[in-house]
């Protein structure tokens, strides 16, 4: 999934999986069309967020406000009440094969990511 902090600081930005099943995209090609200003790897990275897990971790329910962005993806949700630190932590705290890439110029695929994947981009 993709995410990111909001440039205007509205929160953390994600995309939601139902929206995107229920206009019948695929996560990839969702990102790639709706996401290219902000994407900073190509093929995309995500992850996807077990939401849940995360308000179980931070011991407090996450709020998901829908805001379409610059795109026009009215899938894109911001996770407000996070702290940049708590953000920040999301990430770092991921091991690799949470990752998934989409395939190489494919809309359909994606797969685990693997250290490899990482080693080929230096």
């Not at 440039?7 to 994600?14: C, L, M």
């Not at 090609?29 to 093929?43: L, V």
């Not at 829908?66 to 009215?74: H, I, V, Y």
């Not at 989409?102 to 250290?115: A, E, I, K, V």
């Amino acid at each position: 999934m993709a995410f990111k902090n909001s440039s205007d600081g509205s929160g953390i930005s994600v995309i939601n999986l139902e929206c995107i099943d229920e206009k019948g995209n695929t996560i990839c090609g969702h990102i790639r069309k709706h996401c290219a200003i902000s994407i900073y790897s190509a093929p995309p990275i995500f992850f996807i967020i077990d939401n849940q897990k995360l308000n179980s971790e931070l011991k407090r329910e996450l709020r998901y406000n829908q805001k379409t962005n610059e795109m026009g993806d009215d899938c894109h949700h911001n996770i407000v009440g996070v702290t940049k630190n708590e953000a920040r932590d999301i990430i770092v705290n991921k091991k690799i094969e949470e990752f998934h890439i989409c395939c190489n110029d494919s809309n359909d695929g994606y797969r685990q990511l693997t250290s490899s994947d990482l080693a080929a981009d230096e």
